[in-house]
């Protein structure tokens, strides 16, 4: 609860309308998706945050895992919303959010 009223206050005391957040994918490695790193425009919108996100998909038993660095909206923050099985499809995700401009830095570790 304190994260998003933060996130509020910080956006809307910002002089400068609008979040900028690290952007980057790749399927190869972290290093690879930071090596295409980005600042991107999201929106003025305070639903916006940024997000540090690494997804494991596993379908018949091949993997791949997907680094990612984006915007996305508060209400995907939620790891309940990235875990899941689809079909034949199993999704199992880390993720971290914060809601100041370029504060998606670092990489989560892959966990098997």
Request: with cysteine; net charge negative.
């Amino acid at each position: 609860m304190y994260f998003f009223v933060l996130c509020y206050l910080i956006i809307y005391l910002s002089t400068a309308l609008g979040l900028d957040c690290w952007g980057c994918y790749s399927t190869t490695s972290w290093a690879d998706c930071e090596n295409k790193l980005k600042s991107q425009f999201c929106d003025d919108d305070p639903d916006w945050v940024c997000k540090t996100k690494v997804v494991t998909e596993t379908r018949h038993g091949n993997s791949v895992t997907h680094y990612m660095k984006e915007c996305g909206l508060r209400e995907e923050c939620d790891t309940a919303t990235c875990n899941m099985e689809i079909r034949n499809t199993t999704y199992r995700c880390q993720l971290e959010c914060c809601c100041h401009d370029n504060c998606n830095t670092g990489v989560l570790q892959v966990t098997a």
